[in-house]
């Protein structure tokens, strides 16, 4: 792909591990060709500014994009645009890795973030969650100055910012807020950062327990869901495959993006789930589920090595990420006329298809893996036939 009269100046050298770096992440040959003609517009513009590869940072590549901003050069680049080229060069070693958050805020969070996969066992996902409620909550009442002043937070500091944040979410996800900002305050106390437990002062937001229909969804509509998947194609094939596994095993977003290849037993028709706080599970795999997934698998895979069961289907070739997963079911409501739902609808349906084909809570709360049956009750609620037929009569009539 490359031309004899391409001039990518101080980047030369990295011309064709650059293009075999793209081409095993599955970019078209001609998304290939402009990133490489990229990598040419930067390496000119490096020599002319007299800098080494050793020094391309951010910073430099912000200062390049500037650059051509000013002259009004063709093509507009965008700092998202160059980060496969910064990454590719990292991983080379021709330049120097991330810097180091910078400031105190930033090196506390690097250090809950560590603290909440290692000692919490949390997922990517919810660590962003909990990372962002921490962040707001430290900025709006630990911060002075530039200067982090944790040790002075109080009852009030944190009464004062959960009232902000449930003024402006809904109920469900300001029991969410309660949570995570439970989590900062005891890191805070744990590591000496806080003289006292704030996190009793952490007020519960007012709840019932059982109070409302969990949402559900026919089998024939979740029929309708799988039936809209085309599968002539890549994305067609492994969509059908990552929802016939939600609807039929009632997996979490999370645990289908953690899959790997070697959790399925074909042998043994098992499947190992990797649920919450690193809980693993192995579960009978259905028929259709088992010839779903060899489909998804006959088609190929890129990268060929990469150990996980589930691929994007589109460059930066890499595994999928959990919110994918709902975005494969929003996809499939929007074909099949439905109106959107979230993956764990799936598992709701799932649930209310069990019990109505008689099967007992214990039983379901295996299949979804709870770990309080209490949860599972929650689905005693959606037969409304059986129900009827324990109910008593109102006092006075008839049934």
Request: charged share 20%; proline share 6%.
């Amino acid at each position: 792909m490359g031309s004899p009269r391409r001039k990518p100046g101080q980047l030369g050298p990295q011309v064709e591990g650059y293009q075999a770096w793209l081409a095993h992440r599955g970019y078209t040959p001609q998304t290939i060709r402009n990133m490489l003609a990229d990598l040419g517009r930067l390496g000119r513009w490096m020599s002319g500014e007299g800098l080494a590869p050793a020094k391309l940072d951010e910073d430099v590549m912000a200062a390049f994009l500037a650059a051509r901003q000013a002259v009004g050069r063709g093509r507009a680049l965008g700092p998202r645009a160059m980060i496969p080229l910064l990454s590719y060069l990292r991983e080379a070693g021709v330049s120097p890795a991330a810097k180091p958050p910078q400031g105190p805020l930033e090196v506390l969070l690097g250090e809950y973030r560590i603290w909440l996969v290692r000692e919490r066992g949390l997922a990517v996902a919810t660590v962003l969650r909990y990372e962002s409620t921490a962040r707001r909550f430290l900025q709006q009442q630990a911060m002075a100055g530039g200067a982090l002043e944790s040790a002075g937070l109080t009852g009030a500091d944190v009464n004062a910012f959960l009232l902000r944040e449930c003024g402006r979410v809904s109920a469900g996800s300001a029991k969410g807020r309660v949570a995570e900002l439970r989590a900062v305050l005891r890191f805070l106390y744990l590591h000496g950062l806080t003289p006292l437990r704030l996190g009793t002062a952490v007020p519960p937001v007012g709840g019932w327990r059982l109070a409302a229909l969990p949402p559900t969804m026919t089998a024939a509509d979740v029929r309708l869901l799988l039936d809209s998947c085309d599968r002539s194609t890549d994305v067609g094939v492994r969509d059908f495959a990552v929802m016939t596994l939600v609807a039929r095993l009632g997996l979490r977003s999370i645990e289908v993006a953690r899959m790997e290849l070697r959790d399925v037993d074909w042998r043994a028709g098992q499947l190992v789930v990797r649920g919450k706080a690193r809980r693993q599970d192995r579960l009978p795999l259905p028929a259709d589920a088992g010839e779903a997934l060899a489909a998804y698998l006959a088609r190929g895979r890129t990268p060929a090595g990469a150990r996980q069961l589930f691929l994007t289907c589109q460059a930066p070739r890499g595994p999928i990420r959990a919110d994918l997963v709902g975005d494969v079911v929003g996809r499939a409501c929007r074909r099949a006329g439905l109106p959107r739902v979230g993956p764990h609808r799936l598992r709701h349906a799932l649930a209310a298809e069990l019990l109505r084909q008689g099967a007992g809570l214990a039983a379901i709360s295996q299949v979804l893996r709870h770990q309080d049956l209490a949860t599972t009750a929650l689905y005693a609620k959606v037969d409304l036939t059986t129900l009827r037929q324990v109910a008593q009569p109102w006092p006075g009539t008839a049934r």
